[in-house]
């Protein structure tokens, strides 16, 4: 079953914080997160997996809260180039099939 | 080091047709995946491959089918093309076929159907 994703847009001046967030209704292995560029591939930012581990880049943050099945990626001091879609891919089991969110559109304004 | 490589880069087929998309992943990656995305949605999990064998399968007809051959380069084949298979296939790999790798996606093929 698909992730649902929130908030669907967001507008941001450049400088400002936000946070998107992913919600599964099944226990998950892992959540990826990737932004994608208008008419470009999917880049990769973090990986979350059970049990706490984390690998992506540095001046990205995210959480995951396996209680909840919930993962919450931190953008701070927003840039022009933050701006894209942001889609979070769940891993239900160990097999690195992915499961996407509809996305979340995010508009970095100067 | 290069990147996923994809081609073609763009295709026009009519309704009925057949299509053979092609990937090539990172040197070292020994798995990959197809995925399809429709304008405006998140990626749709086709296919995975690893050491030449099928791993997994998303809900899609019997008209997808793929393979991976000895260099782990993969295509991905559609029969009978309908007007809703129109979409961006990308193909992503990753080292292992196991939970919790990176997946490192390519540029995407743009598949319209007419």
């Known amino acids: 079953q698909q992730p649902v994703q929130s908030p669907q847009a967001v507008i941001l001046r450049e400088g400002e914080d936000a946070v998107i967030n992913c919600s599964s209704s099944?226990?998950?292995?892992?959540v990826h997160w990737y932004r994608q560029k208008h008419g470009e591939a999917p880049v990769f930012l973090m990986i979350l997996l059970k049990g706490g581990e984390q690998k992506g880049h540095e001046k990205i943050s995210a959480s995951f809260n396996e209680k909840k099945q919930q993962s919450s990626l931190y953008l701070t001091a927003s840039q022009l180039s933050y701006s894209g879609t942001y889609f979070c891919?769940?891993?239900?089991?160990?097999?690195?099939?992915?499961?996407f969110g509809e996305g979340t559109q995010l508009t970095v304004n100067p | 080091d290069a990147g996923v490589t994809q081609s073609p880069t763009h295709l026009i087929k009519t309704r009925g047709q057949q299509v053979t998309l092609r990937c090539s992943p990172i040197?070292?990656?020994?798995?990959v995946s197809w995925y399809q995305q429709v304008l405006g949605q998140g990626p749709q999990f086709i296919f995975q491959y690893y050491e030449k064998e099928e791993r997994g399968r998303g809900n899609f007809p019997d008209r997808f089918s793929a393979r991976q051959f000895p260099n782990y380069s993969s295509e991905l084949n559609v029969n009978a093309l309908l007007l809703g298979d129109s979409a961006l296939y990308l193909c992503?790999?990753?080292?292992?076929?196991?939970?919790?790798?990176?997946?490192?996606f390519g540029p995407g093929t743009r598949l319209l159907v007419l």
């Open positions: 099944k226990a998950l292995y892992s």
């Open positions: 040197s070292g990656h020994k798995s």
């Open positions: 992503a790999s990753s080292t292992t076929s196991w939970g919790g790798e990176t997946q490192y």
């Open positions: 891919g769940t891993e239900e089991g160990s097999g690195s099939r992915l499961t």
